[in-house]
């Protein structure tokens, strides 16, 4: 299934299968027409002596200055002045969800390039070019490197015309695809955390209380009633709807499950939204707008509500994360589970069994909540540019700090799970549920029980690979 560029509908899935399962991608034929309207009130303005920023005068701290030579050679250098990003080079599916979004954006007729230069961008994607765009060195009042880095890439004599190669430089597409995608797969990971959850609920013989419907209907927010659903369905058919609660109450952790889950799943669906819209969006100066007539100054670079909104995430995301971390140290606790202590495969062993699991866990969930400080608010400088750019976003580090946390929320993930399966044995392997007797399976697929005398397997990155794919729930 092809994906149509229409400037205005492009949709996070539609990203995902463009970045990672090569969709091809075609232009609108409304799109088209809108970038030769636009590109004509540009060539108008143009031809009237006008002063249009980066299309007949310099960038930055040289707007005042006219360019003087011809606009292909100002044109390359403009890209190559700006080959200034450092660091290690961003995974191909980044790249191509970049290309996406900065193609989808001229699509959408603003930005005064020609129709031509979205064509190329369109079969760079559909030829499987991707670049090498470096990570670093973005504040995030346009990716000014990273841009350059891939229009260097695919442009291979492609000529520019007035302008362009500042449409192709000053914009948010990095800052963007980087976050669709660290968006996408925070989903993904928050359904693995609702399952994990489900099993520590059924390792630790809960109170199953939790997720009585009559909680959410108190507290109406939407993510509590998703969860208190989601848990319900996953635990279904469990034999702890059939037993006395071990406890009146469980550790908070256990307790409030849904409630953690549901603050990050509320922040996610904010984040989307925010995700939505820039997909969609202008991201550069200025706007060409034909229905107005005129070429507008403007700050559309400035993308202060992506990255708050990955902040907001990452803090969201962080409770989930210590919450997870908690639960997986409390079953490895004799005293509260009534267990052998580090879920040996019998009482009084003196090997370590499961025991060490909770190191790991704990450093990984410390790594992953210092990840979560704000970036949105960092004033890098007030120089640059003789003081005209005061102020940053750091979008770029807001969104990969988002896809680092998630990375490492996998492996808190499968460290829970693993911990989890082994609890349930020591039980005497009860009736699961629906979705958690599932669960079960897929882990013991990839890790089996450790017995007496047996040493856990070093590897768990099978089961953190289930956690990543989606493959849990």
Not at 72 to 97: C, E, I, K, M
Not at 154 to 161: H, K, N, R, T, V
Not at 219 to 239: D, H, K, N
């Amino acid at each position: 299934m092809t994906v149509v560029l229409t400037g205005t509908t492009l949709a996070l899935e539609d990203v995902v299968r463009v970045a990672r399962e090569g969709e091809r991608v075609e232009l609108d034929a409304g799109a088209l027409e809108r970038m030769r309207s636009s590109r004509d009130l540009v060539e108008a303005a143009l031809g009237r002596g006008e002063q249009v920023y980066g299309f007949s005068t310099g960038v930055g701290m040289r707007k005042l200055f006219a360019i003087e030579e011809d606009q292909a050679r100002f044109n390359r250098l403009l890209v190559r002045g700006h080959l200034v990003a450092q660091g290690p080079t961003a995974r191909d599916d980044v790249v191509r969800a970049t290309l996406l979004k900065l193609a989808n954006m001229l699509a959408r007729g603003m930005s005064g390039a020609r129709a031509v230069l979205a064509e190329r961008l369109v079969d760079a994607l559909n030829e499987g070019v991707t670049p090498p765009v470096r990570t670093l060195g973005s504040v995030g009042q346009a990716d000014l490197g990273a841009n350059a880095d891939l229009a260097h890439g695919i442009l291979d004599g492609f000529e520019l015309a007035a302008g362009e190669a500042l449409v192709l430089v000053d914009n948010n597409a990095f800052s963007t695809a980087l976050a669709s995608l660290a968006v996408a797969d925070c989903e993904t990971l928050l359904d693995g955390l609702e399952v994990a959850g489900a099993l520590d609920l059924e390792a630790f013989a809960a109170n199953l209380s939790l997720v009585d419907p009559a909680i959410a209907d108190a507290r109406p927010y939407p993510g509590l009633a998703t969860a208190i659903s989601r848990l319900g369905a996953l635990l279904e058919g469990s034999s702890l709807w059939n037993e006395r609660p071990r406890n009146l109450q469980d550790p908070l952790t256990f307790r409030t499950l849904p409630h953690v889950l549901a603050a990050t799943r509320d922040a996610l669906d904010y984040t989307k939204g925010v995700v939505a819209v820039e997909l969609n969006a202008h991201q550069g100066n200025p706007v060409v707008s034909p229905a107005a007539g005129r070429v507008v100054p403007a700050g559309n670079f400035d993308v202060v509500p992506l990255a708050a909104a990955l902040d907001f995430l990452r803090i969201a995301l962080a409770p989930a994360l210590t919450s997870a971390g908690e639960r997986a140290l409390k079953l490895l606790q004799s005293s509260l589970t009534g267990l052998p202590e580090g879920l040996a495969a019998r009482a009084h062993l003196a090997e370590p069994a499961l025991s060490e699991l909770g190191a790991a866990v704990q450093g990984i969930v410390a790594e992953a909540r210092l990840l979560a400080q704000p970036v949105s608010f960092e004033l890098a400088s007030t120089t640059q540019h003789e003081g005209i750019e005061d102020r940053t976003t750091m979008a770029p580090l807001a969104a990969r700090r988002l896809a680092e946390m998630v990375d490492l929320g996998a492996r808190v993930a499968a460290i829970e799970l693993v911990i989890a399966a082994q609890a349930i044995d020591l039980r005497g392997r009860p009736v699961l549920g629906a979705g958690t007797g599932r669960a079960y399976a897929l882990v013991r697929e990839r890790v089996p029980f450790t017995g007496a005398g047996e040493a856990l397997p070093p590897d768990l990155e099978p089961v953190a690979d289930l956690v990543r794919s989606g493959g849990l729930g």
